[in-house]
Nanobody
Framework: QVQLVESGGGLVQAGGSLRLSCAAS????????MGWFRQAPGKEREFVAA????????AYADSVKGRFTISRDNAKNTMYLQMNGLKPEDTAVYYC????????????????WGQGTQVTVSS
């Protein structure tokens, strides 16, 4: 089992920045691909960003490319999402997820999920 706990959400004005963290415990963190999804009210959960277990290969949704950066620190068992240039449409609950394979993770089929952290961007 892998336990995931997100933090760092909050209220920010449009154009501002936030950094989300996802702390992992349980099985070896460095063995897993990690990623972020989000779910806005009334919408389905959507993929945001993913990072391979080595921290080299990345993938981003088109809507966040150039604004968000995903990273991980395997020594600290923590993953991050640096969000710059936030827009009101980025408002959502953000979830971190882990999976053994990157494809499984990007498809939203990873077995491990955090409880989510709220990000609200005001216009």
């Amino acid at each position: 089992q892998v336990q995931l706990v997100e933090s760092g959400g909050g209220l920010v004005q449009a154009g501002g920045s936030l950094r989300l963290s996802c702390a992992a415990s349980g099985r070896t963190f460095s063995n897993y691909a990690m990623g972020w999804f989000r779910q806005a009210p009334g919408k389905e959960r959507e993929f945001v960003a993913a990072l391979g277990w080595r921290g080299v290969s990345t993938a981003y949704a088109d809507s966040v490319k150039g604004r968000f950066t995903i990273s991980r620190d395997n020594a600290k068992n923590t993953m991050y999402l640096q969000m710059n240039g936030l827009k009101p449409e980025d408002t959502a609950v953000y979830y971190c997820t882990a999976a053994a394979g990157s494809r499984t993770l990007v498809n939203g089929q990873g077995p491990y999920w955090g409880q989510g952290t709220q990000v609200t961007v005001s216009s």
